[in-house]
Protein backbone atom coordinates (compact mmCIF):
# COMPACT_ATOMS: atom_id res chain seq x y z
CA UNK A 1 0.00 0.00 0.00
CA UNK A 2 1.66 3.74 -1.28
CA UNK A 3 2.19 5.92 2.08
CA UNK A 4 -0.79 8.79 2.81
CA UNK A 5 -0.20 11.62 3.38
CA UNK A 6 -1.90 14.34 5.61
CA UNK A 7 -0.78 17.30 4.43
CA UNK A 8 -0.25 18.20 0.94
CA UNK A 9 1.07 20.94 -1.33
CA UNK A 10 -1.09 20.77 -5.06
CA UNK A 11 1.76 21.20 -7.08
CA UNK A 12 3.61 24.37 -8.17
CA UNK A 13 5.59 27.12 -6.44
CA UNK A 14 6.18 30.70 -6.88
CA UNK A 15 9.21 30.71 -9.54
CA UNK A 16 12.60 33.13 -8.17
CA UNK A 17 13.19 36.21 -10.35
CA UNK A 18 16.68 34.92 -11.73
CA UNK A 19 14.15 31.74 -13.39
CA UNK A 20 11.94 34.34 -14.71
CA UNK A 21 14.90 36.13 -16.19
CA UNK A 22 16.43 32.57 -17.61
CA UNK A 23 13.58 32.02 -19.62
CA UNK A 24 13.16 34.97 -20.72
CA UNK A 25 16.34 34.63 -21.92
CA UNK A 26 15.86 31.31 -23.72
CA UNK A 27 12.82 32.55 -25.31
CA UNK A 28 15.26 35.21 -27.04
CA UNK A 29 17.37 32.92 -27.94
CA UNK A 30 19.96 34.72 -25.91
CA UNK A 31 21.02 31.60 -23.80
CA UNK A 32 21.24 27.65 -24.43
CA UNK A 33 19.13 25.19 -23.26
CA UNK A 34 21.43 23.43 -21.22
CA UNK A 35 22.21 27.34 -19.19
CA UNK A 36 18.37 26.97 -18.74
CA UNK A 37 18.30 23.82 -17.53
CA UNK A 38 21.22 24.55 -14.73
CA UNK A 39 19.39 28.26 -13.72
CA UNK A 40 15.98 25.54 -13.36
CA UNK A 41 17.80 22.91 -11.06
CA UNK A 42 18.91 25.36 -8.72
CA UNK A 43 15.61 26.75 -8.17
CA UNK A 44 14.14 23.57 -7.85
CA UNK A 45 16.89 22.84 -5.06
CA UNK A 46 15.74 25.93 -3.32
CA UNK A 47 11.97 24.70 -3.54
CA UNK A 48 12.92 21.43 -2.08
CA UNK A 49 14.86 23.36 0.71
CA UNK A 50 11.33 25.45 1.39
CA UNK A 51 9.51 22.44 1.43
CA UNK A 52 12.00 20.83 3.64
CA UNK A 53 11.71 23.40 5.89
CA UNK A 54 8.04 23.45 6.32
CA UNK A 55 7.87 20.37 7.52
CA UNK A 56 7.16 18.38 4.24
CA UNK A 57 6.28 14.70 3.95
CA UNK A 58 5.29 14.92 -0.27
CA UNK A 59 7.43 16.93 -2.37
CA UNK A 60 7.04 18.42 -5.69
CA UNK A 61 9.38 20.04 -7.86
CA UNK A 62 6.97 23.03 -7.75
CA UNK A 63 6.65 22.39 -11.80
CA UNK A 64 9.42 25.09 -12.28
CA UNK A 65 9.95 24.30 -15.52
CA UNK A 66 6.94 24.67 -17.34
CA UNK A 67 5.64 27.89 -18.47
CA UNK A 68 2.19 26.43 -16.63
CA UNK A 69 0.50 23.53 -15.14
CA UNK A 70 -0.79 22.24 -18.58
CA UNK A 71 2.25 23.31 -20.76
CA UNK A 72 4.48 20.21 -21.29
CA UNK A 73 1.34 18.38 -23.13
CA UNK A 74 2.15 20.92 -25.79
CA UNK A 75 5.98 21.30 -25.59
CA UNK A 76 5.63 17.27 -25.86
CA UNK A 77 3.30 16.12 -28.00
CA UNK A 78 2.86 17.39 -32.36
CA UNK A 79 -0.51 19.03 -33.21
CA UNK A 80 -0.72 21.87 -31.13
CA UNK A 81 -0.96 25.85 -32.94
CA UNK A 82 -0.49 28.68 -31.22
CA UNK A 83 -4.26 29.87 -31.51
CA UNK A 84 -6.07 29.81 -27.88
CA UNK A 85 -9.31 29.33 -26.31
CA UNK A 86 -10.68 32.48 -24.67
CA UNK A 87 -11.59 32.12 -21.05
CA UNK A 88 -13.45 34.89 -18.71
CA UNK A 89 -11.11 35.15 -16.05
CA UNK A 90 -12.47 36.68 -11.96
CA UNK A 91 -11.23 38.67 -9.72
CA UNK A 92 -7.85 41.16 -9.28
CA UNK A 93 -7.01 42.32 -12.93
CA UNK A 94 -10.07 39.94 -14.34
CA UNK A 95 -11.35 40.03 -17.39
CA UNK A 96 -11.29 38.03 -20.84
CA UNK A 97 -8.02 36.73 -21.00
CA UNK A 98 -6.28 33.18 -23.00
CA UNK A 99 -5.79 30.00 -21.74
CA UNK A 100 -2.32 29.33 -20.80
CA UNK A 101 -3.40 26.15 -23.50
CA UNK A 102 -2.78 26.05 -26.51
CA UNK A 103 -5.31 25.08 -29.29
CA UNK A 104 -5.23 21.42 -30.83
CA UNK A 105 -4.38 22.27 -35.28
CA UNK A 106 -3.48 18.47 -36.24
CA UNK A 107 -3.28 15.53 -35.22
CA UNK A 108 -2.27 14.74 -32.15
CA UNK A 109 1.74 13.00 -31.83
CA UNK A 110 3.87 12.28 -29.03
CA UNK A 111 7.07 13.81 -29.98
CA UNK A 112 8.50 12.83 -26.24
CA UNK A 113 7.61 12.24 -22.90
CA UNK A 114 5.61 14.82 -21.27
CA UNK A 115 7.98 14.26 -18.16
CA UNK A 116 11.12 13.20 -19.57
CA UNK A 117 13.20 16.49 -18.47
CA UNK A 118 11.48 16.57 -14.80
CA UNK A 119 11.80 13.15 -13.70
CA UNK A 120 15.36 12.07 -13.75
CA UNK A 121 16.25 15.77 -11.61
CA UNK A 122 13.51 14.13 -8.99
CA UNK A 123 14.97 11.18 -8.41
CA UNK A 124 17.78 12.23 -8.08
CA UNK A 125 17.95 15.14 -5.85
CA UNK A 126 14.41 15.22 -4.10
CA UNK A 127 14.99 14.98 -0.18
CA UNK A 128 11.85 12.48 0.35
CA UNK A 129 8.79 11.23 -1.50
CA UNK A 130 7.35 13.09 -4.29
CA UNK A 131 4.68 13.15 -7.15
CA UNK A 132 4.54 13.94 -10.49
CA UNK A 133 1.67 16.00 -11.42
CA UNK A 134 0.08 15.97 -15.12
CA UNK A 135 -2.96 17.33 -16.66
CA UNK A 136 -5.73 15.20 -16.63
CA UNK A 137 -6.59 14.55 -20.75
CA UNK A 138 -10.05 15.94 -20.29
CA UNK A 139 -9.02 19.43 -19.68
CA UNK A 140 -8.26 19.87 -23.42
CA UNK A 141 -11.79 19.55 -24.09
CA UNK A 142 -12.01 23.00 -22.81
CA UNK A 143 -9.27 24.46 -22.98
CA UNK A 144 -7.91 23.30 -26.07
CA UNK A 145 -10.81 22.52 -28.36
CA UNK A 146 -11.59 25.30 -30.52
CA UNK A 147 -14.35 25.13 -33.20
CA UNK A 148 -13.06 26.21 -36.60
CA UNK A 149 -9.62 24.83 -35.82
CA UNK A 150 -9.75 21.85 -33.50
CA UNK A 151 -12.99 20.37 -35.63
CA UNK A 152 -11.22 20.49 -38.64
CA UNK A 153 -8.94 17.25 -37.16
CA UNK A 154 -11.26 16.24 -34.57
CA UNK A 155 -15.21 16.22 -34.92
CA UNK A 156 -15.99 15.50 -32.02
CA UNK A 157 -14.51 15.83 -28.22
CA UNK A 158 -14.88 11.79 -28.13
CA UNK A 159 -11.90 11.59 -30.90
CA UNK A 160 -10.10 14.09 -29.19
CA UNK A 161 -10.23 12.68 -25.94
CA UNK A 162 -9.16 9.44 -27.13
CA UNK A 163 -6.01 10.27 -28.54
CA UNK A 164 -5.39 12.41 -25.45
CA UNK A 165 -5.98 9.41 -23.09
CA UNK A 166 -3.61 7.38 -25.02
CA UNK A 167 -0.70 9.94 -24.94
CA UNK A 168 -1.16 10.29 -20.92
CA UNK A 169 -1.70 6.33 -20.53
CA UNK A 170 2.25 6.09 -22.37
CA UNK A 171 3.32 8.53 -19.62
CA UNK A 172 1.69 7.33 -17.09
CA UNK A 173 2.79 3.50 -18.12
CA UNK A 174 6.50 4.89 -18.06
CA UNK A 175 6.59 6.38 -14.95
CA UNK A 176 5.22 3.81 -12.92
CA UNK A 177 7.75 1.72 -14.39
CA UNK A 178 10.53 4.42 -13.66
CA UNK A 179 9.34 3.92 -10.28
CA UNK A 180 7.26 6.46 -9.52
CA UNK A 181 4.79 6.00 -6.48
CA UNK A 182 2.29 9.07 -6.76
CA UNK A 183 0.56 10.70 -9.47
CA UNK A 184 -1.62 13.25 -10.07
CA UNK A 185 -3.93 14.28 -12.17
CA UNK A 186 -4.89 17.85 -12.44
CA UNK A 187 -8.78 18.63 -13.59
CA UNK A 188 -9.59 22.17 -12.89
CA UNK A 189 -11.34 22.22 -16.28
CA UNK A 190 -13.99 19.86 -13.97
CA UNK A 191 -15.55 23.13 -12.45
CA UNK A 192 -16.65 23.98 -16.12
CA UNK A 193 -19.58 21.51 -15.51
CA UNK A 194 -20.67 22.47 -11.74
CA UNK A 195 -20.75 26.68 -13.09
CA UNK A 196 -24.31 27.64 -13.70
CA UNK A 197 -22.70 30.04 -16.85
CA UNK A 198 -20.10 27.40 -18.15
CA UNK A 199 -23.28 25.21 -18.14
CA UNK A 200 -25.23 27.37 -19.93
CA UNK A 201 -22.34 28.19 -22.62
CA UNK A 202 -21.85 24.39 -23.20
CA UNK A 203 -25.67 24.21 -24.07
CA UNK A 204 -25.52 26.98 -26.66
CA UNK A 205 -22.79 24.99 -27.88
CA UNK A 206 -25.24 22.03 -28.42
CA UNK A 207 -23.32 20.31 -25.95
CA UNK A 208 -25.14 18.21 -22.77
CA UNK A 209 -23.10 19.37 -19.57
CA UNK A 210 -23.84 16.27 -17.91
CA UNK A 211 -22.91 13.88 -20.65
CA UNK A 212 -19.92 16.15 -21.30
CA UNK A 213 -18.69 15.72 -17.83
CA UNK A 214 -19.49 11.63 -17.79
CA UNK A 215 -17.56 11.33 -21.23
CA UNK A 216 -14.84 13.14 -19.47
CA UNK A 217 -14.82 11.18 -16.35
CA UNK A 218 -15.07 8.16 -18.31
CA UNK A 219 -11.71 9.25 -20.49
CA UNK A 220 -9.67 9.82 -17.48
CA UNK A 221 -10.99 7.10 -15.56
CA UNK A 222 -9.67 4.23 -18.45
CA UNK A 223 -5.82 5.67 -17.65
CA UNK A 224 -5.69 4.28 -14.62
CA UNK A 225 -6.45 0.37 -15.15
CA UNK A 226 -2.76 -0.71 -15.48
CA UNK A 227 -1.80 1.46 -12.46
CA UNK A 228 -0.62 -1.06 -9.89
CA UNK A 229 -2.46 0.67 -7.05
CA UNK A 230 -0.76 -1.42 -4.40
CA UNK A 231 2.34 0.34 -4.86
CA UNK A 232 1.19 3.58 -6.93
CA UNK A 233 -1.21 5.93 -5.00
CA UNK A 234 -3.59 8.27 -7.81
CA UNK A 235 -4.94 11.79 -7.20
CA UNK A 236 -7.37 14.37 -8.94
CA UNK A 237 -7.22 17.80 -8.24
CA UNK A 238 -10.03 20.00 -9.09
CA UNK A 239 -10.15 23.92 -8.95
CA UNK A 240 -12.28 27.15 -9.92
CA UNK A 241 -9.07 28.39 -12.36
CA UNK A 242 -6.00 29.48 -10.65
CA UNK A 243 -3.99 31.94 -12.59
CA UNK A 244 -2.31 35.67 -10.90
CA UNK A 245 -4.84 34.76 -8.47
CA UNK A 246 -7.97 34.70 -10.28
CA UNK A 247 -10.29 32.38 -10.68
CA UNK A 248 -12.74 31.35 -13.95
CA UNK A 249 -15.23 28.99 -12.38
CA UNK A 250 -18.33 29.07 -9.56
CA UNK A 251 -19.92 26.84 -8.05
CA UNK A 252 -20.50 24.00 -5.61
CA UNK A 253 -19.36 20.58 -6.09
CA UNK A 254 -23.02 19.23 -5.74
CA UNK A 255 -24.02 19.01 -9.82
CA UNK A 256 -20.63 16.83 -10.60
CA UNK A 257 -20.24 14.97 -7.12
CA UNK A 258 -22.14 11.91 -7.65
CA UNK A 259 -20.27 11.44 -11.17
CA UNK A 260 -17.14 12.46 -9.81
CA UNK A 261 -16.91 10.55 -6.45
CA UNK A 262 -18.90 7.35 -7.92
CA UNK A 263 -17.46 6.80 -11.25
CA UNK A 264 -13.72 8.47 -10.77
CA UNK A 265 -11.04 5.60 -9.39
CA UNK A 266 -8.51 7.61 -7.84
CA UNK A 267 -7.33 7.06 -4.30
CA UNK A 268 -7.47 10.97 -3.48
CA UNK A 269 -9.24 13.43 -4.34
CA UNK A 270 -7.96 17.20 -3.58
CA UNK A 271 -10.47 19.78 -3.74
CA UNK A 272 -10.58 23.26 -3.53
CA UNK A 273 -12.33 24.60 -0.24
CA UNK A 274 -10.91 27.71 0.46
CA UNK A 275 -13.63 30.43 -0.10
CA UNK A 276 -17.24 30.55 -0.67
CA UNK A 277 -16.76 30.04 -4.67
CA UNK A 278 -16.51 26.12 -3.62
CA UNK A 279 -20.36 25.80 -1.29
CA UNK A 280 -20.61 23.48 1.35
CA UNK A 281 -19.16 20.07 2.57
CA UNK A 282 -22.51 18.37 1.84
CA UNK A 283 -21.54 16.27 -1.43
CA UNK A 284 -18.39 14.83 0.39
CA UNK A 285 -21.30 12.47 2.06
CA UNK A 286 -20.82 11.00 -1.63
CA UNK A 287 -17.78 9.83 -1.39
CA UNK A 288 -17.24 5.81 -1.24
CA UNK A 289 -15.61 4.45 1.19
CA UNK A 290 -11.84 3.96 1.60
CA UNK A 291 -11.28 7.26 -1.31
CA UNK A 292 -9.62 10.02 0.42
CA UNK A 293 -10.34 14.19 0.67
CA UNK A 294 -7.60 16.67 0.46
CA UNK A 295 -9.26 19.63 2.04
CA UNK A 296 -8.06 22.82 -0.11
CA UNK A 297 -8.73 24.96 2.47
CA UNK A 298 -5.86 27.42 2.64
CA UNK A 299 -5.80 29.59 0.26
CA UNK A 300 -2.73 30.79 -2.09
CA UNK A 301 -4.14 33.42 -4.17
CA UNK A 302 -3.92 35.74 -1.28
CA UNK A 303 -1.33 36.30 1.61
CA UNK A 304 -3.08 36.74 4.57
CA UNK A 305 -2.84 33.25 6.89
CA UNK A 306 -5.98 31.29 7.97
CA UNK A 307 -6.80 30.78 11.51
CA UNK A 308 -5.62 27.76 12.42
CA UNK A 309 -8.81 27.49 14.72
CA UNK A 310 -11.01 28.41 11.77
CA UNK A 311 -8.54 25.41 9.86
CA UNK A 312 -9.94 23.12 12.40
CA UNK A 313 -13.15 23.77 12.81
CA UNK A 314 -13.89 23.46 9.08
CA UNK A 315 -12.03 20.07 9.30
CA UNK A 316 -15.05 19.09 11.68
CA UNK A 317 -17.55 20.35 9.64
CA UNK A 318 -16.20 18.55 6.92
CA UNK A 319 -16.13 14.82 9.08
CA UNK A 320 -20.04 15.82 9.55
CA UNK A 321 -20.20 14.17 6.00
CA UNK A 322 -17.15 11.70 5.29
CA UNK A 323 -15.32 10.33 8.56
CA UNK A 324 -12.05 12.17 9.66
CA UNK A 325 -9.67 9.64 8.59
CA UNK A 326 -10.58 9.66 5.27
CA UNK A 327 -9.44 13.48 5.43
CA UNK A 328 -6.38 15.63 5.00
CA UNK A 329 -5.34 18.93 4.70
CA UNK A 330 -3.64 20.82 1.84
CA UNK A 331 -3.55 24.32 -0.49
CA UNK A 332 -6.40 25.53 -2.91
CA UNK A 333 -4.18 24.88 -5.13
CA UNK A 334 -0.63 25.51 -6.45
CA UNK A 335 0.94 29.19 -5.98
CA UNK A 336 1.91 29.74 -9.29
CA UNK A 337 -0.58 27.78 -11.50
CA UNK A 338 1.08 30.01 -14.35
CA UNK A 339 4.54 31.32 -14.20
CA UNK A 340 4.03 34.27 -12.83
CA UNK A 341 2.95 32.89 -9.96
CA UNK A 342 0.16 34.28 -7.49
CA UNK A 343 -0.41 37.78 -5.31
CA UNK A 344 1.99 36.95 -2.71
CA UNK A 345 5.78 36.50 -1.95
CA UNK A 346 7.97 33.56 -1.40
CA UNK A 347 8.17 34.12 2.35
CA UNK A 348 4.09 34.58 2.18
CA UNK A 349 4.14 31.07 0.56
CA UNK A 350 6.12 29.12 2.78
CA UNK A 351 4.37 29.97 6.01
CA UNK A 352 0.88 28.80 4.23
CA UNK A 353 2.82 25.62 3.69
CA UNK A 354 4.11 25.25 7.05
CA UNK A 355 0.82 26.54 8.72
CA UNK A 356 -0.95 23.55 6.11
CA UNK A 357 1.80 20.89 7.72
CA UNK A 358 1.64 22.18 11.84
CA UNK A 359 -2.43 22.57 11.36
CA UNK A 360 -2.34 18.43 10.11
CA UNK A 361 -0.09 17.24 12.48
CA UNK A 362 -2.48 18.84 15.69
CA UNK A 363 -5.06 17.28 14.10
CA UNK A 364 -4.03 13.76 12.87
CA UNK A 365 -0.86 13.62 14.94
CA UNK A 366 1.40 13.32 11.63
CA UNK A 367 2.31 14.71 8.28
Request: hydrophobic residues 40%; contains cysteine.
Amino acid sequence: MPPRYRAENVGSFLRPPDLLKSRAAFAQGQIKLEELRTAEDRAILQVFDGQRKAGASIFTDGELRRASWLTDMADAVEGFVADKVILDWKGPGGGFEASSAQAVGAKLKKARKLTAHELPFLKKSCPGPFKITLPAPSNFMVSSYKRGVSNRFYPTHAELLKDLVEIVRDEIKWLVAEGVTYIQLDAPFYSHYLDPIQRGRLERDGLNPDEEFRNSVAGDNSLLKDIPRSKVAVSVHICRGNSRSRWYTEGGYDAIAEKLFGMLDVDNFLLEYDSDRAGGFEPLRLVPRGKRVVLGLVTTKFPKLESPDDLRRRIDEAARFIPLENLALSTQCGFASVSAGNLLTMDEQWRKLELVVNTARKVWGTT
